[in-house]
Protein backbone atom coordinates (compact mmCIF):
# COMPACT_ATOMS: atom_id res chain seq x y z
CA UNK A 1 0.00 0.00 0.00
CA UNK A 2 1.59 3.30 -0.85
CA UNK A 3 1.55 5.52 2.03
CA UNK A 4 2.14 9.12 -0.01
CA UNK A 5 3.39 10.22 -3.37
CA UNK A 6 7.10 11.29 -3.51
CA UNK A 7 8.19 13.58 -6.37
CA UNK A 8 11.79 14.15 -7.95
CA UNK A 9 11.93 17.25 -5.93
CA UNK A 10 11.59 15.27 -2.41
CA UNK A 11 13.92 13.14 -2.74
CA UNK A 12 17.67 14.15 -0.72
CA UNK A 13 20.90 12.97 -2.20
CA UNK A 14 22.36 10.34 0.21
CA UNK A 15 19.09 9.24 1.59
CA UNK A 16 18.82 5.63 2.58
CA UNK A 17 15.97 3.69 1.63
CA UNK A 18 14.11 1.65 4.18
CA UNK A 19 14.87 -1.89 2.77
CA UNK A 20 13.38 -5.07 4.64
CA UNK A 21 16.65 -8.48 4.98
CA UNK A 22 15.46 -11.55 3.12
CA UNK A 23 16.38 -15.09 2.70
CA UNK A 24 16.26 -17.64 -0.28
CA UNK A 25 15.50 -21.24 1.29
CA UNK A 26 17.16 -24.12 -0.87
CA UNK A 27 14.14 -24.94 -2.41
CA UNK A 28 13.27 -21.34 -3.50
CA UNK A 29 17.15 -21.63 -5.05
CA UNK A 30 16.65 -24.89 -6.83
CA UNK A 31 13.26 -23.49 -8.34
CA UNK A 32 14.72 -20.56 -9.62
CA UNK A 33 17.70 -21.88 -11.23
CA UNK A 34 15.79 -25.16 -12.81
CA UNK A 35 14.12 -22.40 -14.87
CA UNK A 36 16.54 -19.54 -15.74
CA UNK A 37 20.20 -20.73 -14.90
CA UNK A 38 20.55 -24.04 -14.53
CA UNK A 39 24.15 -24.69 -13.99
CA UNK A 40 25.09 -27.31 -11.78
CA UNK A 41 25.73 -25.48 -8.76
CA UNK A 42 22.51 -24.08 -8.54
CA UNK A 43 20.40 -27.61 -9.29
CA UNK A 44 22.37 -30.73 -8.50
CA UNK A 45 22.96 -31.35 -4.54
CA UNK A 46 26.02 -33.74 -5.22
CA UNK A 47 27.39 -31.13 -8.10
CA UNK A 48 27.43 -28.85 -5.81
CA UNK A 49 28.71 -30.39 -3.01
CA UNK A 50 31.37 -31.09 -5.01
CA UNK A 51 31.88 -27.70 -6.27
CA UNK A 52 34.63 -24.91 -5.10
CA UNK A 53 31.10 -24.01 -3.62
CA UNK A 54 30.59 -26.92 -1.36
CA UNK A 55 27.08 -26.92 -1.80
CA UNK A 56 23.92 -25.18 -3.70
CA UNK A 57 24.21 -21.41 -4.30
CA UNK A 58 21.94 -19.00 -5.48
CA UNK A 59 22.07 -17.96 -8.98
CA UNK A 60 23.14 -14.38 -9.61
CA UNK A 61 20.19 -13.40 -11.27
CA UNK A 62 18.06 -14.72 -8.86
CA UNK A 63 19.92 -12.51 -5.96
CA UNK A 64 19.61 -9.70 -8.30
CA UNK A 65 15.82 -10.70 -8.47
CA UNK A 66 15.16 -10.66 -4.99
CA UNK A 67 17.24 -7.36 -4.16
CA UNK A 68 15.54 -5.70 -6.92
CA UNK A 69 11.66 -6.59 -4.94
CA UNK A 70 13.50 -5.51 -1.91
CA UNK A 71 14.18 -1.99 -3.44
CA UNK A 72 10.89 -1.85 -4.87
CA UNK A 73 8.78 -2.60 -2.17
CA UNK A 74 11.59 0.35 -0.60
CA UNK A 75 10.28 3.17 -3.08
CA UNK A 76 6.96 3.35 -1.84
CA UNK A 77 5.16 6.02 -3.37
CA UNK A 78 7.81 7.47 -5.64
CA UNK A 79 6.41 8.53 -9.01
CA UNK A 80 8.71 6.58 -11.08
CA UNK A 81 8.67 6.82 -14.55
CA UNK A 82 10.97 4.37 -15.84
CA UNK A 83 13.75 2.59 -15.04
CA UNK A 84 16.44 3.69 -17.16
CA UNK A 85 19.52 0.87 -16.56
CA UNK A 86 21.13 -1.04 -14.05
CA UNK A 87 24.65 0.30 -12.90
CA UNK A 88 27.73 -2.50 -12.51
CA UNK A 89 26.63 -5.64 -11.08
CA UNK A 90 29.64 -7.15 -8.43
CA UNK A 91 28.96 -10.32 -7.12
CA UNK A 92 31.64 -10.73 -4.85
CA UNK A 93 30.63 -13.58 -2.44
CA UNK A 94 28.24 -16.44 -3.07
CA UNK A 95 24.85 -16.35 -2.04
CA UNK A 96 23.57 -19.87 0.34
CA UNK A 97 20.06 -21.31 1.17
CA UNK A 98 19.00 -19.34 4.25
CA UNK A 99 21.37 -16.58 4.17
CA UNK A 100 20.12 -13.49 5.46
CA UNK A 101 20.60 -10.99 3.31
CA UNK A 102 20.67 -7.17 4.56
CA UNK A 103 19.69 -4.38 1.53
CA UNK A 104 21.61 -0.83 2.23
CA UNK A 105 20.18 1.49 -0.30
CA UNK A 106 20.69 5.00 -0.61
CA UNK A 107 19.52 8.28 -3.50
CA UNK A 108 22.48 9.37 -5.47
CA UNK A 109 22.74 11.15 -9.01
CA UNK A 110 20.26 13.45 -8.54
CA UNK A 111 19.47 15.77 -11.45
CA UNK A 112 16.50 17.44 -13.50
CA UNK A 113 16.09 17.67 -16.73
CA UNK A 114 16.65 20.84 -18.32
CA UNK A 115 14.62 20.12 -21.72
CA UNK A 116 11.71 17.99 -20.15
CA UNK A 117 11.92 19.87 -16.41
CA UNK A 118 8.77 17.75 -15.44
CA UNK A 119 11.26 14.86 -15.27
CA UNK A 120 14.46 14.31 -12.65
CA UNK A 121 17.01 11.52 -13.15
CA UNK A 122 18.03 9.33 -9.77
CA UNK A 123 20.05 6.74 -8.97
CA UNK A 124 19.78 4.37 -6.12
CA UNK A 125 22.71 2.78 -5.31
CA UNK A 126 22.72 -0.32 -2.92
CA UNK A 127 25.05 -3.36 -1.15
CA UNK A 128 23.38 -6.95 -0.05
CA UNK A 129 25.23 -8.26 3.09
CA UNK A 130 24.91 -11.87 4.66
CA UNK A 131 24.78 -12.70 8.14
CA UNK A 132 28.56 -12.27 8.45
CA UNK A 133 28.44 -8.89 7.00
CA UNK A 134 30.13 -9.63 3.77
CA UNK A 135 29.29 -7.91 0.57
CA UNK A 136 27.56 -10.49 -1.73
CA UNK A 137 25.96 -8.15 -4.38
CA UNK A 138 26.74 -4.34 -5.38
CA UNK A 139 24.40 -2.02 -7.84
CA UNK A 140 22.34 0.24 -8.32
CA UNK A 141 19.49 1.22 -10.25
CA UNK A 142 18.80 4.52 -12.82
CA UNK A 143 15.48 5.95 -12.45
CA UNK A 144 13.18 9.06 -14.27
CA UNK A 145 11.06 10.53 -11.83
CA UNK A 146 8.18 12.46 -11.91
CA UNK A 147 8.48 16.23 -10.65
CA UNK A 148 5.61 17.84 -8.91
CA UNK A 149 6.14 20.85 -11.38
CA UNK A 150 8.17 21.92 -14.62
CA UNK A 151 9.44 24.39 -12.92
CA UNK A 152 13.24 24.16 -12.51
CA UNK A 153 14.42 24.91 -8.65
CA UNK A 154 17.11 27.25 -7.80
CA UNK A 155 18.69 25.18 -5.46
CA UNK A 156 19.41 22.39 -7.91
CA UNK A 157 19.77 24.59 -11.20
CA UNK A 158 23.67 23.13 -10.89
CA UNK A 159 23.03 19.95 -11.58
CA UNK A 160 20.99 19.66 -14.49
CA UNK A 161 21.06 17.71 -17.55
CA UNK A 162 20.63 19.11 -21.10
CA UNK A 163 18.56 16.43 -22.20
CA UNK A 164 16.96 12.89 -21.46
Not at 116 to 136: D, I, Y
Not at 149 to 164: D, I
Request: proline share 4%.
Amino acid sequence: MVSSITFWEDIVEGAPLDCRSFALSREEIMAFAAQYDPQLFHVDHAAAEASRFGGIIASSLHTLSACTRVIVDALNGVEIIIGLGILEVALPNAVYPDDLLAVDAFWSDLRRSTSKPQQGLATVRFAARNQQGKTVLDSGFRYMIACRTGELPMSRTPHLVQSC
